[in-house]
């Protein structure tokens, strides 16, 4: 690591060497910096270096009088594997810190994908076993909650799972409102029985009815309260005839709601062509009105804090000490349009 570190500041420093790289791999070819702020920049770093040629890189580095930056072939096969270990975690950056996109839904799959890749790396890995057992290790303790929502929490703690870091259920409710994941990640990645996972899945699908039912009522009893005064027919007189009513429109109720989300899940395993998430809610919400209602409250809890801290990233460069007289409203019109220019 201390070797590619220094050749790309080299690279971005020295007129010599930077001519000599772009004569020997073309000027459009180039090693991207590292930012101490951002651990993905520095493994894209690695992952540029290791595209090269090691052969043209060494041959590269002795003739510009850098030959103790030269790599071995175990140092080569080192950064292989670092990369090979991370380029996942880099992906589930990306997808849990976008912004104008949902990114809770992806917050639980990412993470047990991420444990069963670790678990097939232990498999695989010659030079960093260590470092995989540590990184495996570090995961299932940041993220305890999901682990034991999902019963692969090994630890005999009496502490409740909606106490544990990341343990909150609405994790497991948006994964299943999001038509791309759905119960995917349960098959795939919950390394458990089939009676672990049968158990997981209808508490899940509980919770989502459950959520379904109370949104549902709020949002019928505007139309309840009109209806109230309304006497039953004179002709037909009926003793207790409202309490049959009701007792009828509840089960009507609970049965059309599981069943809304039964056809959903059916729908989400027979689509090959995956559709955005937004986009397939927008298209279904009279399909599934009660369920849409809940994906529209779930989905729009935000993974990760980034995207709030991207937009004060964006007011310290505007607010400068030599544009410090800039009007509220100028200021708040100056990062609208700096932070939809990031994001295009």
């Known amino acids: 690591m201390a070797k590619v570190t220094k050749f790309c500041s080299l690279l971005h420093s020295t007129c010599g060497l930077k001519e000599a790289f772009e004569g020997q791999y ?44 030269c790599l071995s072939a175990r140092e080569w096969s080192q950064l292989k594997e670092l990369v090979e270990i991370l380029a996942p975690f880099l992906q589930a950056t990306d997808l849990t810190q976008g912004e104008k996109v949902v990114t809770l839904s992806a917050a639980l799959p990412c993470v047990l994908s991420l444990n069963s890749h670790l678990n097939s790396m232990l498999n695989t890995t010659q030079h960093l076993a260590g470092f995989v057992k540590a990184l495996q290790k570090s995961l299932q303790r940041r993220f305890r909650g999901i682990f034991a929502n999902v019963r692969m929490d090994d630890s005999d703690s009496a502490q409740p799972a909606g106490d544990l ?58 139309s309840g309260e009109d209806n109230k005064d309304e006497e039953p027919p004179a002709k037909t007189p009926r003793l207790f005839t409202g309490y049959r009513k009701k007792r009828k429109k509840k089960d009507d109720h609970v049965s059309s709601v599981k069943a809304e989300l039964i056809r959903y899940i059916q729908v989400c395993s027979g689509e090959e062509d995956k559709a955005d998430c937004l986009v397939f809610w927008k298209r279904n919400a009279k399909v599934f009105p009660r369920l849409y209602l809940v994906a529209m409250r779930v989905l729009a809890v935000p993974a990760t804090s980034a995207p709030v801290e991207r937009v004060f990233s964006h007011g310290g460069l505007i607010m400068r000490p030599h544009r410090a007289r800039l009007s509220a409203r100028t200021l708040s019109s100056l990062i609208f349009l700096k932070c939809n220019h990031s994001v295009a």
């Open 165 to 222: 870091p990341f343990g909150d259920m609405v994790y497991m409710m948006s994964a299943l409102l999001d038509p791309s994941f759905c119960f995917f990640w349960l098959e795939q990645d919950v390394l458990a029985p089939d009676e672990v996972k049968s158990e997981v899945k209808e508490m899940i699908m509980d919770l989502v009815l459950a959520e379904a039912r109370k949104v549902t009522i709020l949002a019928e009893s505007s």
């Open 26 to 69: 073309g000027a459009n070819r180039s090693i991207p910096s590292a930012v101490s702020t951002r651990w993905n920049s520095t493994l894209r770093l690695v992952e540029a270096v290791t595209d090269l040629d090691p052969q043209s890189l060494n041959t590269l580095l002795e003739a510009q009088g850098h030959k103790g930056l």
